[in-house]
């Protein structure tokens, strides 16, 4: 029998560059640079599904949410976090927690945390409590410390209910 519980984790990067816009974790931040991507391009969103969707045996976002497909062009990924919860509610699974670290160099982004949990909770339906986001830099080493490029680090914990306990 399976346990009531699963975890999940999720990975994602993005290359920077010039003039483009960087989305966080739903939230934009001011910065000369920006996330290359099909879609928005926000590595802790999409780390963020990737990990929700493991833990419930969902495969990954890639897989859901594939970039050869032009409707997720330039996809805000609060849409595909949504969409995630969804399946994961649909399996018959409710979010314990999510936990994240945000890997950039600059800027320095502690005071849009408090922001970026907020815009992820309403995003999944949950309490703000359940959500907790973290940044870190690499010391100026590898692709994030020549910023290049930002990465973002995801684990969720996943409860096992009877599929009726959320409104959705």
């Known amino acids: 029998m399976a346990p009531p519980f699963r975890i999940g984790n999720g990975y994602d990067v993005h290359r920077l560059a010039d003039g483009l816009e960087l989305w966080l974790c739903g939230v934009r ?6 996330a290359v991507a099909h879609s928005d391009g926000d590595v802790a969103i999409h780390a963020l ?12 976002i890639g897989y859901h949410f594939p970039d050869t497909n ?8 609060k849409i595909l976090l949504a969409r995630t919860m969804r399946m994961v509610r649909e399996k018959g699974y409710e979010l314990g927690n999510v936990d994240i670290v945000l890997c950039l160099q600059r800027p320095k982004v502690k005071d849009l945390i408090p922001a970026m949990q907020q815009c992820l909770a309403q995003a999944m339906q949950t309490d703000v409590e359940n959500v907790c986001v973290k940044a870190t830099t690499t010391e100026t080493l590898g692709f994030v410390g ?11 914990l996943l409860v096992k209910t009877n599929g009726s306990n959320h409104p959705n």
């Open 29 to 34: 931040v001011a910065h000369s640079k920006g």
């Open 146 to 156: 020549r910023e290049e490029g930002v990465a973002a680090y995801a684990v969720s």
């Open 49 to 60: 599904c990737d990990a929700l969707l493991g833990a419930a045996g969902l495969r990954d």
């Open 70 to 77: 032009a409707a997720y062009r330039g996809i805000d990924s």
